[in-house]
């Protein structure tokens, strides 16, 4: 059994973990706005923000859930925003990532913007967490500069942009 002291004890070592876990920003958009641009509050501001604006399609343009390019726009928004939002997301995670933009760019008109992007996460994402690419090259660039949430990041916020512009659908 454990005591009183004990147990106040460990919600204190808790307590602790939990701030000094809040300030971390890793790879992702907190990260891209701590290093890029010097921002340094804490990541739930930001985590709140996206997720705000990741349940408003479904809140705001419910006559659109029956399409499913709607659903499928949606589930690529999904699949990026639980990495790029997660301030302890690793390389491995950014697979869930890339099926999201695979989603979107596999049922998306090609467009020359949309390759370019999807190139960039390729590169960024993919290519970048291989031994292609120097370790020092990967930890102090890519990781130190939270690059691989960019592309990703750019192609959350298109989706997005679609999820608000795709037309209702016509019954």
Known sequence: MTSPALLAQQYRWWAAETTRDAALHGTSV????????????????????????????LALRRARWPDPGFRLLYLSS???????????????????????IGVWFATAPRERWRDMLVAATLL????????????????????????QAAPCFACWL?????????????S
């Open 78 to 100: 999904l699949l990026i925003y639980v990495v790029i939002f997660n301030h302890q997301a690793e390389s491995a995670s950014y697979v869930l990532a890339t099926t999201g």
């Open 158 to 170: 298109a989706i997005q942009r679609e999820l608000w512009r795709r037309p209702v659908p016509q």
């Open 30 to 57: 907190m990260g891209i706005l701590a290093t890029w641009l010097g921002v340094s509050w804490p990541s739930w501001p930001v985590q709140v923000a996206s997720t705000v604006a990741l349940l408003a399609p």
């Open 124 to 147: 960024l994402v993919s290519v970048a967490a291989t031994s292609l690419v120097p370790s020092q090259l990967r930890h102090d660039i890519l990781r130190g500069y939270a690059l």
